[in-house]
T-cell receptor
Framework: EPEVTQTPSHQVTQMGQEVILRCVPI?????FYWYRQILGQKVEFLVS????????KSEIFDDQFSVERPDGSNFTLKIRSTKLEDSAMYFC??????????????FGPGTRLTVL | KQEVTQIPAALSVPEGENLVLNCSFT??????LQWFRQDPGKGLTSLLL?????REQTSGRLNASLDKSSGRSTLYIAASQPGDSATYLC?????????FGQGTELSVKP
């Protein structure tokens, strides 16, 4: 069964450093998402991406965040200058459709980001 | 703004018991509602998806109901097993994104 993959599974970085989290969505999906979950808190939407541009972003997704689909398979989340509060589990998801009552988003296993 | 709430926050039951997890949402304009399972430190596994026009969905020992007008959903787990121990998340699809509740942490004791 096709699945969303994410690398690395765990990333440790120093405050102020740039990190890139990588995702390979399911191959025939058109919509891509990033969510994050701070330890003990809700899973929160960050951004959605379609047709090589951002469809929607949350208040969390400020100028230090960016997303890119550099080739036909990868989808990346870049955090330019990490802060302690960026420590969280970051989930990538993809879907074939959007705003569909029958469609679901498929989630990757997550990347745990620890900022020291 | 859509808010999703789950109660209880944690639940501990003996093996074999039937149980109900609750989810409520404030805005009924949703496309669907999903229940996910999350094991510690792991990703999200979709268990059931209920379309906005549906009232319930079943998969094995799991049954989820949806009452859109009252903004409520329940996840019923029959004959619980220790392997069911996990956090169960409820999420609604609205505006192209999933909005999650905080989850119910379930522990099933042998």
């Amino acid at each position: 069964e096709p699945e969303v993959t994410q690398t690395p599974s765990h990333q440790v970085t120093q405050m102020g450093q740039e990190v890139i989290l990588r995702c390979v969505p399911i191959s025939n999906h058109l919509y891509f998402y990033w969510y994050r979950q701070i330890l003990g808190q809700k899973v929160e939407f960050l951004v959605s991406f379609y047709n090589n541009e951002i469809s929607e972003k949350s208040e969390i997704f400020d100028d230090q965040f960016s997303v890119e689909r550099p080739d036909g398979s990868n989808f990346t989340l870049k955090i330019r200058s990490t802060k302690l509060e960026d420590s969280a589990m970051y989930f990538c998801a993809s879907s074939a459709d959007r705003d569909s009552s029958v469609d679901t988003q498929y989630f990757g296993p997550g990347t745990r980001l620890t900022v020291l | 703004k859509q808010e999703v709430t789950q109660i209880p926050a944690a639940l501990s039951v003996p093996e074999g018991e039937n149980l109900v997890l609750n989810c409520s949402f404030t805005d009924s304009a949703i496309y669907n509602l999903q229940w996910f399972r999350q094991d510690p430190g792991k990703g999200l596994t979709s268990l059931l998806l209920i379309q906005s026009s549906q009232r319930e969905q079943t998969s094995g020992r799991l049954n989820a109901s949806l009452d859109k007008s009252s903004g409520r959903s329940t996840l019923y787990i029959a004959a619980s097993q220790p392997g069911d121990s996990a956090t169960y998340l409820c999420a609604v699809t609205q505006g192209g994104k999933l909005i999650f509740g905080q989850g119910t942490e379930l522990s099933v004791k042998p």
